[in-house]
């Protein structure tokens, strides 16, 4: 059939969350488009999947400009960082393996610590993930749980004070610190 699957990440969001804040919001800016068959949705945890099937016939590329052009309504109401995407251009058999990522107890990293659920997410996304994308017909490898590593900045405004600093002076040093700049020519 033709479907277009419409999936947005809420990263910390709840399964009813995201129902009530995204799911809802994709399903209501879909509706009363011509040529709906049928939609479904799921709401997991930081994932919602909504996928609309269309007439027999019905040309992809349309119903996925149909599609794209209520999805920019939606946006607008979601909340903000939070953006709905259009799946890949794939048949309804598009989603076809579901795996979980484990550590055998008592295994430890290279650093010595035991793996959690972080050191697993890393795992997935910086290991796994890359490699069965080069699988041949595999166009998309979703990520669902564990936890994405994280850097956080917890200023002592007492100390910035000591050195005469501001919370500006500590972004702007921040900024500095990651700047990416591409290699040229000598």
Same mark, same amino acid.
């Given at each position: 059939?033709?479907?277009?699957?419409?999936?947005?990440?809420?990263?910390?969001?709840s399964?009813?969350?995201?129902?009530?804040r995204?799911?809802?919001?994709?399903?209501?800016?879909?509706?009363?488009?011509?040529?709906?068959?049928?939609?479904r949705?799921v709401?997991?945890?930081?994932?919602?999947?909504?996928?609309?099937?269309?007439?027999?016939?019905?040309?992809?590329?349309?119903? #996925?400009?149909?599609?794209?052009?209520?999805? +920019?309504?939606?946006k607008?109401?979601m909340?903000?960082?939070?953006?709905?995407?259009?799946g890949?251009?794939a048949?309804?058999?598009?989603e076809?393996?579901?795996?979980?990522?484990?550590?055998k107890?008592?295994?430890?990293?290279?650093?010595?610590e035991?793996?959690?659920?972080?050191?697993l997410r890393?795992?997935?996304?910086?290991?796994? #993930?890359?490699?069965?994308r080069?699988?041949?017909?595999v166009?998309?490898?979703?990520?669902?749980?564990g936890?994405?590593? +994280?850097?956080?900045?917890?200023?002592?405004p007492?100390?910035?004070?000591?050195? +005469?600093?501001?919370?500006?002076d500590?972004?702007?040093?921040?900024e500095?610190?990651?700047?990416?700049?591409?290699a040229?020519y000598?």
């Amino acid at each position: 059939n033709v479907q277009v699957q419409i999936n947005t990440e809420a990263p910390g969001y709840s399964p009813l969350e995201v129902e009530q804040r995204i799911t809802y919001l994709v399903e209501l800016a879909i509706t009363g488009l011509p040529h709906v068959e049928s939609t479904r949705s799921v709401s997991r945890y930081a994932l919602s999947q909504v996928t609309v099937v269309f007439e027999k016939g019905t040309d992809i590329y349309f119903a #996925r400009n149909l599609i794209n052009e209520r999805l +920019q309504q939606a946006k607008s109401e979601m909340p903000s960082g939070i953006g709905p995407v259009m799946g890949p251009v794939a048949t309804g058999l598009g989603e076809i393996f579901h795996y979980a990522v484990h550590a055998k107890p008592g295994t430890l990293q290279e650093n010595g610590e035991p793996y959690d659920a972080t050191a697993l997410r890393t795992l997935q996304d910086w290991v796994i #993930r890359p490699q069965l994308r080069l699988v041949p017909g595999v166009t998309e490898v979703n990520t669902i749980g564990g936890f994405e590593k +994280q850097f956080h900045i917890t200023p002592e405004p007492s100390r910035l004070l000591a050195y +005469q600093l501001s919370f500006d002076d500590l972004v702007a040093a921040l900024e500095k610190n990651n700047a990416n700049i591409g290699a040229g020519y000598i």
